[in-house]
């Protein structure tokens, strides 16, 4: 479920969300995962429905978007040296500061609901993510990020 070419870990020079979403988003269309597509729905689908979560201590972003725009699932993931504002979920009008995103890409609707889940039990784990937030981009720190996904059961 994550592929190397699409972590990017303590990205430096990110602006704002609509720039995160759209290297994420080109790197999934690069790799054949999404469809071109893929890019303006994610972004369509973020400003009418606002991805960021709010956590002691941290915040997230779970992009995503419908899976007609998916030719097969993967997790993109980046985290930032610098926070960018996204719009929390559940109010819809408070910006947060997020520095890890995690951009959904579900060819399956059904997988969606379990993989949210995952998700959710990851990021609720405040230890956890002080750790994905510690690794930086070097193959070591990207593989031991994918072995620590792998015990949340994301393979």
Known sequence: MFEHKIIKLKVKNIKNNKE??????????????????FKNAVIDRE???????EFEGYS????????????KSQIAIMTLEKPVKFYE????????DVKIIFMLALKNSE??????QKVMKLVQDKDTMNKLYSFDDSEVNIKKLIKLLEEYEFN
């Open 20 to 37: 995160v979403l759209n290297v994420l988003s080109n790197a999934l269309i690069k790799e054949k995962i999404v469809k071109s597509s």
């Open 47 to 53: 400003m009418k429905y606002p991805t960021g979560l």
């Open 60 to 71: 997230i972003a779970l992009p995503h978007t419908e899976s007609e725009h998916v030719n």
């Open 89 to 96: 979920m559940t109010s819809l009008d408070k910006e947060i």
């Open 111 to 116: 997988q969606h609901i379990k993989i949210l």
